[in-house]
């Protein structure tokens, strides 16, 4: 029954103008190319599971586990597998309302690719340029230049993550130290820091 009321709505929901849409729906229609591990049936299943306070576990394409950890009107967050995530974040630009879309892959280290939609899921012909690695060191001065060095080096080659902090709404950017082993994560950190980004005038600003 359940089932059948979102799916109702969600029908509903498409004669509603496209920027006032409803999360469920937009995760619902999004196409097979942004969204290849879960079918719509799957992804109306989780909404489900999630809207009834139950654990939001489906089998996916590949036999694996698909999580839905997250989901408000603006943001959904989903672990399509054991390592990935899929994030959709619903924002406001002047003219429009912007999906923005930020997948991510650990193998180990974590990289994420940021794309931009409209609400019928067209392009919406904007991009995000990722900073460069450089731009996340930070100098430490209890830490000499040859072993600072050394540090850094083991982030190379680079990979750049990116998730949207729901609380700050801003979009925290940072450099991957996940195929580092415990110890060189831990002296690595004084060395590093996250950029943030606000939503502003349609696009992404970078905060001072």
């Known amino acids: 029954m359940k089932r059948y009321l979102l799916t109702i709505l969600l029908a509903a929901a ?28 799957d992804r109306l299943d ?7 306070g139950q654990r939001t576990e489906v089998e996916n394409q590949y036999g694996g586990t698909s999580v839905l950890e997250k989901k408000s009107e603006r943001h959904l967050l ?3 597998t054991a390592v990935s995530s899929w994030e959709l974040v619903r924002l406001t630009s002047p003219a429009d309302t912007v999906l923005v879309l930020l997948r991510t892959v650990r193998t180990p280290a ?23 690695a450089t731009d996340f060191y930070l100098p430490a001065a209890t830490t000499a230049a040859d072993g600072r060095r050394a540090l850094l ?11 949207w902090d729901d609380g700050r709404e801003l979009l925290v950017v ?35």
Do not use: H
């Open 110 to 132: 974590a990289t994420t690719d940021v794309a931009f939609y409209r609400p019928d899921w067209s392009p919406a012909g904007q991009t995000f340029q990722m900073p460069a």
């Open 14 to 41: 498409c004669l509603a103008p496209l920027g006032a849409q409803p999360m469920d729906s937009l995760f619902a229609s999004a196409p097979r190319e942004v969204m290849p591990l879960l079918g719509r049936s």
């Open 46 to 52: 989780l909404s489900d599971l999630y809207n009834a």
């Open 174 to 208: 940072s450099l991957s130290t996940a195929g580092l082993t415990a110890d060189d994560r831990r002296d690595v950190a004084p060395l590093l820091r996250e950029l943030t980004y606000e939503w502003r005038d349609g696009a992404f600003r970078r905060r001072p």
């Open 153 to 163: 080096d083991k982030l190379q080659p680079a990979r750049i993550c990116a998730r």
């Open 78 to 80: 989903l672990q399509p």
